[in-house]
């Protein structure tokens, strides 16, 4: 595996191999009062972020200085990029001066892909400055695709519910333009789960149909009988003001309240990547109640996100502790 780019490159081995790979690094680091594996000591990461982030851009940091990697994170309002460098000289430059990883996270849906694509032909040509380019993770472009946050849910919904196949999970909400959604559809589907989308037809991407999906009106028709359900956030910045049905409307009938909870089997787990609008999408309690896992997620997210570095970079199955 030379880049992780969109979970479609994965299959189901593959998948739960990295599974396997992150509760390896929970397991290589549980108890320890000094959380440091000499794993990518001598490796440089470089995460390039063209987009705000909390989860993702942390848990990459922490996870690469846990395994001694050294870590410089890029914001593109700190770097040159604000005085017009473009995407390409940027990645180049940022190779040129030592990354052996770039982690991409831009606006633009296929950005990573293209980094890739630029890097791959370098090397096809021989002409990199600094050797072969570096591997390209996909930390979310766009309403593409989120590979990382598909694989540390899938973790967290094997720790709380075992092996996925036959598991019924609901996305609910703007599936449109969620990359958190698509990336888990196919994900899920990979791993033998069975995917329903449940989400106002404003906010249903064209093509849908060719997803391994079901597509649903209503929440309260899916929610008995679910495994897990995951409720996505409205990105409102990508709705071009313009925001169908309207909060008020959205909430009503697609946020998780307290009643919605209880129509919840007993085993079943709520996911949200986040970040979280309490009170629309999610409710206050929910949030924080015994079935939601979000917090779950974001620690999975570390060993994650570790198990991608370790791949990518070192690519054998020995966790070095
Ligand atoms: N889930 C997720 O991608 O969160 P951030 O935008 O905070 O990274």
Known sequence: MKHLLSVTDLDRETANG???EAERFEQALLGR???KLPTLRGRTVMTVFFENSTRTRVSFEVAGKWMS??????????????????LRDTALTLHAAGADALIVRHPASGAAHQIARWFNEMDEASSGYAGPGPAIINA?????????QALLDALTLRQRLGDLEGKRVVLVGDILHSRVARSNAFLLSTLGAEVVLVSPRTLLPVGVEAWPVRVSDSLDAELPGADAVMMLRVQAERMNGGFFPSAREYSIRYGLSERRMKMLDDHAVVL???PMLRGMEIGFSVADSPKAAVLQQVNNGVHMRMAVLFR??????????
Do not use: C, M, Q, R
């Not at 870590?71 to 005085?83: D, G, L, R």
């Not at 979310?140 to 990382?148: F, R, S």
């Open 69 to 86: 990697a050294d870590v410089i994170n890029v914001s593109a309002s700190s770097s040159s990029v604000s005085k017009g460098e473009s």
């Open 312 to 321: 990518l970079l070192v690519g054998t199955d020995e966790v070095v502790a």
């Open 33 to 35: 009062e000094v959380k």
């Open 272 to 274: 949200h990547p986040g």
């Open 140 to 148: 979310g472009d766009g309403t593409h695709e989120h590979p990382t």
């Open 18 to 20: 990295l599974l396997d």
